[in-house]
């Protein structure tokens, strides 16, 4: 029997509902650690400094040209491999590319940035394309036919990762090669074009897998500090993170986009949307569009509040969802980790075997075709349950205290729980909220 | 003011609190996903009509032919039955989520009013029947994996059920 295409994403197995006690427990926790952080948490801000260890000597091996050669042509052979898949391999789910795409390029890109910090940037492989097409036309990379306005910042960026959301979740057929095939030749035609004539620096602003590599590996314990690299506390180094414009958006979209994962889950909206006349198609899109909008929304009016007890006076509300940026990080990174974690897992090795035969003739060039995937992580149902309780929970701390800490650089002491107080309901109900969607009514 | 202790060791104490919560919590849903308990989907009961509260019992299905699943017959505890119809481009049931004790076999009962395919997701390589229009077609499956799988129209691609599966 062949596989057979799930209507929804690569997956065709979605993790269990989290059990109801599970629920109360986070929600609980939510509230009372948040509470703690606001009342008895330090009065002055604790790190405005990085800190941590500086590592020259690691510092000079990743900075070396043979280093940063040797990962470039490893990460363009990766995508090239993968590429080969997708434009010469056969339309079947046990093509590689779907899970490469997906799982590995997707939700992969999570646990990387968090374990390697800022990689992407130096191997993304549309940089090593750009460097090329440059090198042969005896250009400089960084300068383009036009410059970008600096305002500019991340904000096309907001716009391909919800593009790339969209394809994620509401796309029709986006497991079948024509309609990927379509979607990949747009992102390299986006953000190479770009580069060109915007210069490289399109490429941080617009591509929606660096741009999703640089916000999370804000978190990472790797930081660079006047070009040296340090080993530092990821909080200290989340808040030494200067969110470009822009920013805000990019992370409501990354939390609204998972947030919609799920809620598209839930028998209501299923029913709603099969019983209605209206295209899936359209009510999906509304769905992912509204649910980003409303994270959007209540983190910059929460941030913006802080504006009316702020220290800089001059300093417009519009500026303060900006600053804030850094504080969804984590939550946002807590959601993907619960939601993505079996994918990962079970996709990703089914990727791993597909691999060896790109183009469905029966190759095994890396050994691995005949392995089966290994679903012994669905066994353990209350590891599972509490991985996730935990990602979401751990996510929250980290976020409230990252706000708390950004709050006190911005607030005078005396009214620093005036002005905060709005931003830690905001994202206690983002923690409410995601705990519930896992929960899966 | 108390000082507050390290972020980290913040983190610490909340994990710790988190395992420890749970681990008080998590005898209760283990008794709920205990095989062929009569908690899950199926009933052993010999009334049907009672047995049909369970799982969907939040349906919002309009029609009448949407039997919850129930156990087809006494004694055979093992066995979840769904009964599905399609009708004018709806699927009955509509979504909604069936619990299903790990090891139990799955029996579809379709009746569609256009040719059809219901694929069911199984964690392996999943189940496929083929439904003609106006004959009811019967197949079954055994849930052999823990998860939450959709049982899906392939033709009008409707979610028909959510089996989860413990």
Known sequence: MHLLVPLHGIGTRHDLPLPFSFVVVGAALALVISFVVLFFAWRRPRYLEPGGTELPRLTRIVDSAAFRLAARLVVLAVYAWAALALFAGKDLLTNPVFGFVFAWMWVGLVPLSLLLGAFWRVTNPLRSIHRGLCAVARTDPRVGLVELPPGVGIWPAAVTLFAFGWLELVQPNRTTLSVLQLWAVAWVVVVVVGAVVFGSRWIAAADPFETYASVVAQLSPWHRVRGQLRLVNPLAGLNHWRPPPGSAAVVSVLLGSTAFDSFANTTWWIQTVQSSDTSSVVWATAGLLLMILIVLASFSLAAAWMARYGRDRSLPATEYPRRMAGSLVPIAVGYAVAHYTTLLVIEGQRTAINLSDPLGRGWNVFGSAGMGVNSAIYDHVTAIAVVQLLAIVSGHILGIVAAHEKSLALLPTRSALAGQWPMLLVMVCYTCAGVILLFSP | ?166
């Open chain 2, 1 to 166: 003011m108390p000082r507050f202790p390290r972020p980290f060791a913040l983190l610490a104490v909340s994990t710790t609190a988190t395992v420890a919560l749970l681990s008080g919590c998590t005898s209760s849903p283990s008794v709920d996903a205990a095989p062929s308990s009569s908690a899950s989907a199926p009933s052993t009961s010999a009334s049907p009509p009672s047995t049909s509260a369970s799982a969907s019992s939040t349906s919002a299905s309009s029609s009448p032919t949407a039997t919850s699943p129930s156990t087809s017959a006494p004694g055979a505890a093992d066995v979840v039955t769904l009964d599905i119809s399609i009708k004018d481009d709806q699927v009955s049931p509509n979504g909604e989520k069936v619990n299903v004790a790990k090891g139990q076999t799955v029996k579809m009962t379709v009746t569609s009013d256009s040719d059809d395919e219901i694929h069911a997701h199984t964690g392996g390589e999943g189940f496929e029947l083929e439904v003609m229009a106006g004959k009811p077609a019967v197949g079954e499956f055994v849930a052999s994996e823990a998860g939450s799988f959709e049982v899906e129209s392939h033709h009008l691609e409707k979610i028909i059920v959510i089996l989860v599966v413990r």
